[in-house]
Each structure stands twice: as C-alpha cells, then as structure tokens.
C-alpha cells in the first residue's frame, strides 16, 4: 500500500530527459567483501543493534509467514503489483553477507543497494536515513550475527515501468531529504530521543502519516493517520480519535505490553510493534512516548470531557448488576447481535487485557472509518503461539452483510458521540467479498491467514 | 524414615504345569503401598500371601464377573474409564482367560452399589491392580466352570478345554457357560493360585484391540456425564466467592429469583448456587447472583514475585527419602549444582467438571466423573450428615481429567444443590473460569541438587533437596471438598501429612535409579499451602525427573560423556538399560551436527522406580530470535511389563508426551493478591496444533509373563528433562524454570 | 422468540430466547450431544459445528444469527451403525483419548475437507489450531483427518459421494 501511490508518481518521470537522468540516477557498486566472522564483533554493540532491530520492527518485514526471522520473503501488495521483502541475514549468496558495513550504511542513508541500485521506498529510508553512523554500525554487528539463511524471495511482480528502478532517483529527487538526525537543542534530551527514533529508525510515519498522490508521505499532515494493509492507523498527533486522551505514561504502557485498560489491546499491523517493543529497553520506550504525546499535545478541555463521559459510562455498566438481559425486541437487530455475542466479554467486567475492552473506551468506534473493528469482528484475536495473550473469535461465517452493518451502526451510535459512518457498507461488503484482504496479527505479532475459511487455502 | 533402595518387584514363582503356567502370587503389600497418593490411609497391616491385584481387597470371585443362566458375562471393575482405555484393557484380560469373545463381555464400572471399592482409579495402577484381580477372577472361573463340566461328564478336567463360551470335550460335545455356571457356586473366594493362559495361546490380549468407547465418542452418543438427560432433570450453576475463605455477607437475590426459568437460588453458608429449568437460564442467573453477591475480603494469596523461591523459607517438615553411603568426605573431581523450580499447573480438563445428582427417598445418588466413587461417597456422606448408605457415587466419562482435578467438588456441588430440589435430577456443570480458579493445582516445586564425579567420569555423590506441598488431598474426608469448607458450619481441609512411601508423592522419583554409591534425598515438605493443590498426573515425578535427567546431562558433559553412553554407564538394571538403547536406537541417536537451532535431548525414568520404564529422545527446534521451541519429533520406548492393549499403551504414551512438552513449554498458573488471574485458555496458553511435534513413535518392549506396569504417567518426567537437554544441545544454555517460555528462553539465549 | 433452524437435514422451530448461544438449543432443545461445553467464549473449539459449510463456534454464536440456515453436528456425520468417512477414520486411527474434543475437531476438519479432500498435513495442522485437546492426542487426529481424506476420495470415486 505504501508503495502504491509512489509508483504511481514515476510515470510522470518518464518525460524527463533519460540521457541526463540517468546520469544523475547512476550509483556506484560498493565492492564485496568476505563475510565477517561474527565473532569479530563487540558483544556490545550487537546487543545495542538487536534493540535498534526491534525498534525499528526490521523483524516485521524481512521475516515471511512461518518463515526464519530475517529471511525475506514477505509479499507486499500493491495495486501495481507485489514487492518482495529481501533476505537480510548474512547469508553471502542469498542475503547480505557480502555487504560492507560501508554498503550497509549507505543503505539505510540513500536507498541505495551495495551493487548500487535504487531502493523501493518500501524500504522506509525516507525515515532511517536519519539513523546515526553509530546505530548503523550497531545493526550491522546485530545482522551480520544473525543465523544466516539461503533463501530467495521470489521476484517482484511489479509490471512496465514501475520495475524500473532507476526511476526511483527521480522519486528520490521529490521526495527525499538525506541526512542524519539533527538534535534541537532547545528540547529535552528524552524528548529529542523520542524525535529521533519515531522519526528515524522506528519509521512510524510510514504507516500513520497520510501519503500524496505521489505516494510520499505528506508532511503537512504529519502522524495524522492513514490506512495500511486495509487496517487503520489512527492518527497520533492532535487529531488521535482516542475516547481517553494518550499521555506519555499510557503510551508507553501500551507500547511496552500491548495493551492498555483504556484503550484496549493492540492488534493488526500494530501488534508485532508493541511485540517488539516490549523488549526494548524501557527508557527508549518512554522516549517514544513522550515525544508522540507531545505531538497530541495537552488534550483540549473538550476532549478532557469526553474521556470523563466515556469512564463514567464504562464504570455505570461494570458496577450495575446485570439485569436480566434486553431481549431483543425494540432496539432491532445490532443490539440483539450485541447483546448476545459482543456484550458477554466487552461488558468491561473482567480486566484487560484478557477481557474485552468496554466500547465506551474504543479508538476503533471512535475512529475515523469501521474497517479495525470489521477486521476483528471478521476475523477475531487468535491466541498468541503459546504465550498468554489475548484472544477474539471470528464470525466470518456468521455474520453476513446486513447483520455486521446493523451490528457496526449501532456501536457506533451507542459508544460514540461522533456522528455515524458513511462507508460502512462498502467496506463490509468488500472485507467479506475479499476485495479488501485482511492479514490477521497474533498479539505476539506474528501472523496468520484469516481463519475459519480463508485458512483452507493455507498451502 | 523408610529409605529404599530399589527392589525388583517380587517375581512370580513359575511352575510348569500341563501346558498352563500355575502361577503363585507372593506379591508382598508393594501394591497397596502404591496407594500412598492418598493422604491419611496408612498402609495396611502386611497380610498373609496376598491375593493378586485388588482381589486382596475384595476375594469374591463374583463380586468381579457373573455369568447369568443364558451365559451373558459381566466384568465389574472398581476402576474408571478416563479416557485411559481401561475399559478395553479389562474385557481384553477378562475375555482371555474367560475364553469369550470381547464383544459379549458387558463392563461395569465404578458404582458404589455394583462393584468392588478400588480406592482411586490413579497412579497408573489400574492394570496392576484391577486388570490383575480380573484376570485372575476370570483364570478362576473358567477353571470352575471346566470342573462343573468334568462333574458333569464325568472325565477328568485336563480332557476339556474353553472355547468361545463353552466348555468342549474331546469328542466335540459343549455345554455353555450359562447352563454351568447356574449349576456351580461361582461365590467363592479366590484362591491365591491361578491357572492363567502362557502367553503364547493368546487370542485377545497383546494384540491391538480397538477401544470399546470410541464408536460413542465419535458419533455424538451420550457416554459423557455432561450428557446425562433424566427424566425431569434441572440445571444448576454455582457461583464462588472471589478468592479462597471469601464468606458470603450479604445477598438479595429477589432478581435472580424472577428471572425467567429459575427454579431456586441455594445458599448454605457461603455456598451459593442457583437452579433453573434450561442450562443457558441457569448460567444467565449465576451471572446475575455474581453480580448481586457480596463477599467478604478472604485470604489474600501470596505475592506473586518470587513466589517459587520463597517455598524455601516456608517452615517445612524434612523427611529423609533415601541415605546411603557417606555424607561427607566424598573426593570429588567436578560437582554439578542447580536449582530447579516448576511453577503451580493445572490439569485443565477441556471439558469443565460436570455432576448430576438426585436426592430423593432420603437417598442422594450421584453420577460424577471422581476418579474413586468409594472415597468420594465417604465425603459426601460426611458432608451432608448421613450414613454412606445413603449416598450411591457412579462413575460416568468426563472430560479428561489427568489427576484430582475439579471433579469431586463438582460432584458435592450437586449433591449439596439436590437436596434443595428433593425428587429433581439436578446437573451442575463448572464455568471454564471456575475449573481454572477453583481446581486444586499441581503444586509448585523446588528442588536443589548437588552432584559429583570421580576422576574417572563416574557419579560418587548425589545430594538432592526438595521443597513440596502434599501432593494429594483427595477426599475421603468431606473437608477436602470446596463445597463442605463453604457451609455455615465449615469442614476444614484436614492437615497435610508427611509421609514417605515407595512409590513416593512430592518425593516421587526423588530417587535416581542410577548406581551412585553415595546418595542423600530429602523431602522438605511445606505443610501449609498457599494455592490449593493435589494430584496432578505423576506428582513430584514431573520435576524430580526433570532436574535429575537434566543433571545427568550436565554430568556427562562434564566428563566429556555421551549423555546415552553416560546413562547407560550408570545403569544396572537390565530392563532400564533396554529401554534406553531402543530409544536411542529408534531415533537414531548420534553425535552428528544438527543445523544451527536444532538440538537432540534425552530423557530415561522408571515411573515410581516400580512402575513402566521409558526413554525418550528428541530433536526441538529453537528461533534464535524469539526463543520460540517447538519439539520436531520424538521417539519413546516403553516397558510396561506384559502388553495387554500395544495400542493403548501407545495412545496414552503419545498423549503423555505432547502435555507434559505442554506443561514444560507454556504452563503456570498466575495469581495476584486479591486472586487467580489465569482463567481461561487466553491466560493460560497450553499447546496447540501449530506446535505438536511432526512425529511422536513409541515403541513397546516385548515382555510376555512379566506383570503388567502402570503406564499412564510415565512420559511425565522424562519429557521436561529431555525437552530441556535438547535446548541446552541448541543453544548451549541450560534452563532451570519451567515454563520454557519464549521470553525465557531468549533471555537465556542473549542477543 | 421462535426460531427455524435446520440441523442435520432437520427443520426445528425453536422456542427460545434469541441470544441463547446455539450450543445450549443444540444440547439443551434437541438432546444432541455432538457439540461439548468447553469455555464458553470461543477459545477452545470443543463447541464446534457446521453452518452452512463454515466452522462455527456453537457456545458463542446466538442462535438469532442461524434463522434459515444449515447446522451440521456430529451426529449429521453418520451413525454408530453406520458411521461417516470422517468418524470412520477417527475409528480407524483410534483418534481419541477422552474423545470430549473430538466431535469438535471432526467437525472442523470437516469444513476443510468439504472444500478440499485431499488436504494435506500442514494445511490440516494449520486449519486445526483454534481447537484444543488436552489429552495430547493431535497426532492420531491430524492422521485420522487425513485418512478421512482418502476414505471420501475413495468414495466419490466409487460414486457414493462424501457427507
Ligand atoms: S466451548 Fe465454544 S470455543 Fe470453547
Ligand atoms: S481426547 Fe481428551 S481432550 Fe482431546
């Protein structure tokens, strides 16, 4: 998705003069070198790399379903075609074993590979040339000790012209500004950090920043959310839909556990992010947070009131005794659906992160679009591979399109102020038709084919 | 204290005798001594020659099996079918030396008003004690019924023989069992001697014979206790206070009562269940009367962190297991030392604890899934005042249930909850939150161990300290049920007892069987329990294998051993040393490379140190990355004495196999101050199918004429220890705490 | 409420409440037995049916959602007299310990065969995973649907059409 809008924008290139574009375009070759003993590296520095991996979810992309960590492999869509993650372990044939740390930084500075090709901007280095020389020698240390694993990922299925890469520098022209972090001395050191690293290696923007037509990321409209994969990434700047305000304290809860109890658990393509994190060291977590918080800034009087509303409301159902259940006469079809299939763990009584999350609290109802919340009621929470987590079941053999719109419309207007959706049933339909593919994330991150149907076709 | 070494069980004295073996059975009290797993029995005094099996208990050879007049054969067994397949074992026994076919055999089984009182069905002893007792009966029979018709011809006996149900004689001509047995006295007592079929003119037994329950299991037919439909019959949910000694203070349960369906809210004391016409009426009104319940604050649960260290500061009682040799003043060239811990587990039954009860004419029978209908009849009895006679317990499936898991307290529930609805078949099911909060949990446990060599690689001393619970407190007396310790006239929890037996209890398999000249075991047994527990499958034999399997590993290392060759160095006993080399053997045991993660691990137990022998070795596969391990594949050799069902004993072993790498992998119950927090399978993660190893194999020693040997449990112990020998081949790193969790393993495992 | 559902090829009007999860007018209404209490809330599988060729989870699915449609059970797979494919090879390969998870696991299984009899191991493992069985006894399962496999292969060649 990312890259969708980004080869959109080469076309127009094409007009320029070739000659003298390639010669701009044209990057050197940087030599192979013999694989370096991992012995050879500082235990140290690769401990420091392994934390920048994860920071910066490497693991997310390099690594295929059930395939080894680091491999390659993973198949992006596009409407233009799919782009292939590639082996980054330190494999001399198949991954990156002949690189240079030279090659290597370089990489991550310019996009550029060690034969010198441009790289597709699905590799973010519009964010990781920011990453210090420093840090690039760590992950260098941390990828090149890594198991290496011969493997390649089958070719990109990406049609005339848009696999031609030299192109990219034309992108690259528009589009990228090269260059390590600079620190603004005015700010705090923590809060610097959090710049450094949300911006830069932990790429958030590539998922959370709105992307032009040209398919870069629009800088005016900064962390403002965007969609990924046909998940929503919500805006983490001032516009964030959360019914209870972020602060650093519960950013870095929920960024360190994956949950948080006032806003709920964290899944799609945000779950092998807070996976990751949680073994980060805590402070950089916090960094993180303090610098998104900052972001959204002081939450408005107005949205102070609503998170207010929205507890009262989630402590009024928890405490109530339950009542002999609404039976589902009068309030039609979504409510009973609700009542009867939602309500039994949302009902806020059991704790987080194993209960459900009350919806008064949901980002997902009081976000800008239904698509989470049909993802998740399509396709549930599997449980994570044998560690605790928590867990949703499907009902894509359940519900069929009438019922989740009706299910969704009164959510939404029973759990949000805001006012109701207007694509609703577009999207039902195209999720349940499969127009709209949906991966669905353990909350350990890894991944699995949807269940229930889809997972037939499991090869 | 008893110290013991191991003995080899008494062998039966074999006599040749015209083409049949007599067999004399001088089994000393070893099989009543098995029954240690229940708390406050002392073994009984030492008898005279002991009868075979449970027929010590019960010697009526018709109390076992009766033949009615038109020759239809029924086996009563005080054993329970747990998904074991015991069932199928038994007629197979029965069949054999009866001279039936197995089809026309009909098995009744633990009902305190049909069969022999059996104690537990527990321990893996099943075949030894009722499988024994029944062949025995069976041998008797036929020897009875053949003489009925020598009596009647008028010929010798050693001129007839059984056949399918009749007795032939040489010319051709039969007679029937019915017609014989209604001439013979078939109340008897049996006699020490039996003369059994040699095992080479085995028609039925050794061979695999398909399990008798599973054609119901796979059509949707009721066997199960849950499935129980009577006539009138109401359903009942209880509700439990939020923690341990919580007493109900105050409750209004005028809206419960008006909820549609309800027929009663029962509260006695602080028990507290409600009753009502259909099930999902009866779980919307527990919902409702949770919610209006109010409780007081109860006992707060220990403090989560650092619970399992802290075992060692509880006060304990020390119970010498076994001392031998010196103490002290040993040369030693390496020592070996290490800690090893196992956190509280469940048995987590699929299928929550489920009983059906009536009270009706002053006599309450209850149909519960216990796995010892007598002991649990004596709890109930106690608990609601009334001679044992008027309570019947029958033994139906449940789920499950690997040990005592919530089982009996289902079925005190039921009976507690039909006396209020007199004449009303009442069936109560468990919640899956209340099967994990309220089943009594295997117990967390500690253990240290101090281990030497010689100069010449061989083991001279063993120190090993172990910090327990009781690992048993099944009912018998009615204050080890939930349901009697909440009535307004509390039955307390009767005290945890040391006792140290043969074949042991938190101390199970405490002892290596390994020749080591200097050995010191201690049980520091903790009398208090801070989580309620009791047996779950194998006992202390799940970490005391692990830690001395895992030490044994380490020890060879430490000599530059193979761990196969170094076990087998260490070991006399010829059938422990065949199992090893056949698992050895069948997987292929070698000291090649394996490709970077992978790892082989081995693993040698004799369950008890008096039941079957395994070996098991396997290869696991470890993400560097994650330190997510996945057992590949397995392969296990079993000795379980003479084979009756190769089939079962292979279902059962493979079954071992995948829990116990569940348990060792994923499990640990969570808990808080204020309460349990792991209540369903979301905070309790147990294996599933993406993590079953490709292959598991069990291969069986062949051991005609030897006694059967308990065989349920014996994977138990040996699969932690090899799952953790073969992480430490894959990475170098040596796990001590069970679960082996993903994040346990990395954090081992480093960058 | 009344509801019209059909199970195993039988249209039942049911009387009750609509949010009654199917599980409870499945055992409780019709006295089957196939479908097994496990959790309650859709995490262990032991619930499983059919509806409309799809793997639902019984004990979380009100039966409001099911007017119209086709719920299969274990008992729709055959008989003990005349057992289906699937049980046939849960037989076979002696696939149960306790058996409680087991009409589960043959009714997923079930869907996945349905749609492609000759799935092979991986794919059954994979399509297997939301259900749980605490015996341990996954291995003679993942053998037994395969050899269910075959046996409706077998059948739909010789003309007899699988369940
Ligand atoms: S009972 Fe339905 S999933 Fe467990
Ligand atoms: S066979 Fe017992 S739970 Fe699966």
């Known amino acids: 998705m990312r890259v969708a809008r980004i080869l959109a924008g080469l076309a127009g290139l094409l007009l320029l003069g070739v000659g003298a574009f390639v010669a701009y375009a044209w990057r050197s070759e940087i030599g192979r070198v013999d694989p370096p003993a991992p012995s050879g590296f500082d235990p140290a520095l690769v401990a420091r790399g392994s934390e920048l991996a994860a920071i910066g979810n490497c693991n997310v992309c390099h690594t295929a379903p059930e395939g080894e960590p680091f491999a390659g492999g993973l198949g992006i869509p596009t409407p233009f075609g799919t782009i292939f993650s590639t082996n980054i372990t330190p494999d001399p044939e198949t991954g990156i074993g002949r690189w240079s740390e030279e090659a290597f930084i370089r990489s991550m500075r310019e996009g550029v590979d060690r034969e010198g090709r441009h790289l597709y901007p699905a590799f973010p280095y519009d964010h990781f040339t920011l990453v210090t020389d420093e840090d690039n020698r760590a992950l260098y240390a941390f990828l090149m000790t890594r198991k290496a ?89 001032a516009d964030s839909p959360a019914p209870i305000p972020w602060n650093a304290e519960s950013l870095t809860h929920y960024l360190r556990h994956g949950w948080h109890e006032h806003h709920g658990v964290s899944r799609g393509p945000m ?34 009131a609503r998170g207010e509303t929205a507890l009262a409301a989630v402590r009024r159902e928890s405490e109530a005794p339950l009542t002999a259940q609404a039976s589902a006469t009068g309030n039609g079809i979504g409510a009973t659906i609700y009542a009867s299939a939602c309500e039994g763990c949302h009902s806020g009584r059991r704790p987080l992160p194993f209960g459900g999350l009350n919806l008064h609290l949901s980002t997902a109802v009081n976000g800008p679009n239904p698509q989470n919340i049909i993802n998740v009621v399509l396709f549930g929470l599997p449980a994570a591979k044998g560690e605790p987590s928590a867990m949703m079941p499907a009902y894509r053999s359940l519900l069929n399109e009438e019922q989740l719109v009706a299910l969704l419309d009164y959510m939404r207007e029973r759990f949000s102020d805001r006012p109701a959706w207007t694509d609703t049933r577009e999207r039902v339909a195209a999720t349940l038709h499969g127009e709209r593919r949906i991966t669905v994330y353990r909350m350990d991150g890894t991944t699995q084919a949807p269940p229930e149907s889809s997972m037939r076709t499991t090869p | 204290m008893t110290s013991h070494d191991v003995k080899n069980p008494t062998r039966r004295g074999v006599l040749a005798a015209g083409g049949s073996l007599v067999v004399s059975f001088s089994l000393l009290s070893r099989a009543f001594g098995q029954e240690g797993e229940v708390q406050g029995t002392a073994p009984p005094a030492q008898p005279k020659p002991k009868l075979p099996g449970s027929l010590s208990g019960e010697p009526f050879l018709d109390a076992w099996i009766k033949i009615d007049a038109k020759g239809e054969v029924s086996v009563f067994t005080g054993k329970a079918e747990l998904g074991q397949g015991v069932k199928t074992a038994i007629i197979q026994v029965a069949a054999e030396e009866l001279e039936v076919d197995p089809g026309a055999i009909r098995l009744i089984t633990a009902d305190t008003d049909r069969t022999p009182d059996e104690g537990y069905t527990a321990g893996s002893q ?41 007795v032939v004689k040489r010319d051709g001509q039969t007679l029937d069992y019915g017609t014989l047995a209604s001439a013979a006295n078939l109340h008897v007592e049996a006699t020490p001697q039996s003369r059994l079929k040699p095992t080479g003119s085995f028609k039925v037994m050794g061979q695999p014979m398909r399990r008798v329950d599973i054609p119901a299991k796979v059509t949707g037919t009721p066997i199960y206790v849950q499935d129980i ?87 304990s009682q020390d119970g010498v297991v076994s001392e031998k040799g010196q103490a002290t003043g040993i040369p030693a060239a390496k020592t070996f030392e290490a800690t090893f811990t196992r956190p509280y587990q469940i048995h987590g039954s699929i299928g929550p604890s489920c009983a059906v009860a009536l009270f009706e004419n002053g006599t309450t029978t209850v149909w519960s899934h216990t796995q010892g209908v007598y002991p649990d009849r004596s709890a109930i009895s106690e608990m ?175 000599a530059g051993v193979d761990p196969v060759e170094f076990r087998l160095r260490h070991m006399e006993d010829p059938r422990g040393r065949a199992v090893i080399e056949a698992a050895a053997e069948g997987f292929g045991w070698s000291r090649d490379p394996l490709p970077e993660g992978r790892g ?46 190769p089939d079962g004993i292979r279902n059962q072993t493979e079954g071992g196999i995948i829990q116990a790498a569940s348990w060792t992998l994923y499990e640990a119950v969570t808990f808080d101050e204020s309460g349990i927090t792991s209540v369903d399978w979301s905070s309790y993660p147990i294996m599933r199918f993406g993590a079953v190893p490709e292959s598991v194999e069990v291969r069986i020693m062949d051991r005609p004429g030897e006694p059967f040997l308990g065989t349920g449990e014996a994977a138990q112990g040996p699969t932690p220890a090899a799952i953790g020998n073969a992480i430490r081949h894959a990475t170098g790193k040596r796990l001590y705490d069970i679960p082996f969790r993903a994040e346990r393993v990395k954090a081992a495992i480093g960058v | 409420m009344t509801v019209t559902l059909s199970v195993n090829g039988t249209t039942h009007r049911i009387d009750a409440d609509p949010e009654t999860p199917l599980l409870y007018v499945l055992r409780d209404n019709l006295e089957l037995n196939g479908a097994k209490f496990g959790c309650g809330i859709g995490q262990c599988g032991s619930c499983t049916v059919m509806v409309d060729g799809e793997a639902v989870l019984s004990c979380i699915t009100p039966v409001l959602l099911l007017e119209g449609r086709k719920v299969t059970t274990v008992e729709g797979l055959g008989t003990l007299e005349k057992p289906g494919p699937m049980q ?76």
């Open chain 1, 271 to 304: 779950a092998p992010v807070t996976a990751n994190l949680g073994s980060v060291p805590e402070a950089d977590a916090r960094a993180i947070a303090a610098y998104v918080a900052d972001l959204m800034g002081g939450p408005s009087q107005e949205r102070r």
């Open chain 2, 229 to 315: 439909r009577l006539p009138g019959m109401v359903h009942a949910r209880v509700v439990r206070p939020p923690r341990p000694g919580a007493t109900l203070t105050a409750l209004d349960a005028a809206a419960v009562e008006r909820l549609p369906g309800v027929i009663a809210v029962v509260r006695n004391g602080s028990f507290l269940a409600v009753v009502a016409e259909r099930e999902f009426q009866a779980i919307r009104a527990m919902l409702l009367l949770e919610s209006v319940a109010q409780w007081s604050e109860g006992r707060k649960l220990p403090k989560p962190e650092n619970f399992i260290q802290s075992l060692k500061t509880l006060p």
């Open chain 2, 384 to 558: 609601l005042g009334v001679p044992p006679e008027q309570v019947r317990v029958i033994h139906v499936e449940g789920s499950g249930c690997y040990g005592h898991n919530g089982a009996d307290d289902a079925a005190a529930d039921a009976a507690l909850i039909a006396q209020a609805v007199p004449g009303r078949p009442v069936r109560l099911q468990w919640m899956r939150e209340q099967e994990h909060a309220w089943e009594p949990y295997g117990p967390a446990m500690l253990t240290e161990v101090r281990a030497s060599l010689d100069e010449a690689g061989r083991i001279v001393s063993w120190n090993y300290d172990l910090w327990s619970n009781t690992h048993t407190t099944r009912p018998g007396p009615a204050g080890s049920l939930v349901a009697a310790n909440s009535l307004p006239t509390p039955f307390q929890p009767p005290a945890a007892k040391l006792s140290i037996t043969p074949s042991g209890n938190g101390d199970r398999n405490a002892v290596p069987l390994y020749a080591i000249p200097n050995m010191r075991v201690i049980w520091h047994f903790l009398p208090e329990m801070p989580l309620r527990v009791s047996a779950l499958r194998a006992l202390g034999a799940y970490v005391n294998v692990f830690a001395i399997e895992s030490t044994m590993d380490e020890l060879a290392v430490m």
């Open chain 2, 126 to 166: 099943s075949m030894q004690n009722s499988g024994t007792a029944i062949r025995h009966a069976a041998a008797q029979m036929r020897e009875i019924l053949i003489a009925q018709a020598a009596a009647q011809w008028q010929v010798p006996p050693d001129q007839l023989r059984a056949e399918n149900g009749t």
């Open chain 2, 600 to 645: 082989r691990g081995f693993a040698f137990a004799r369950y008890k140190n008096l039941a079957a022998y395994l070996a098991m070795a396997l290869e696991i596969e470890v993400e560097r990355e994650t330190g997510r391990s996945r057992v590949v594949r397995v392969v296990a050799a079993i000795d379980s004495g003479e084979v009756v069902n």
């Open chain 1, 149 to 237: 694993v011969a493997a390649t990922p089958p070719e990109n299925q990406l049609p005339f012209p848009y696999n031609m890469r030299l192109l990219l520098a034309g992108w690259k022209a528009l589009y990228f500004r090269e260059g390590a972090f600079q620190p603004d001395a005015g700010r705090p050191a923590e809060w610097n950090r959090g710049r450094y690293l949300v911006e830069g290696i932990s790429h958030c923007g590539a998922c959370h920043t709105p992307r032009n037509r040209f398919g870069a990321e629009d800088r005016e409209r900064h962390l403002a959310g965007a969609e990924v994969e046909n998940w929503t990434a919500y805006a983490i700047n």
């Open chain 3, 88 to 163: 046939q090879a849960f037989i076979e390969e002696q696939a149960a310990q306790c058996g409680y998870c087991i009409p589960g696991m043959m009714m997923r299984a079930q869907v996945l065969l349905q749609a492609d009899p000759a799935a092979g191991e991986a794919a059954i493992r994979a399509h297997l995973e939301p259900n749980l069985c605490r015996c341990g006894t996954h291995v003679r399962i993942v053998k037994a649907v395969m050899r269910a496999g075959e046996l409706i292969r077998q059948n739909s060649q010789s003309g007899g059409g699988a369940t």
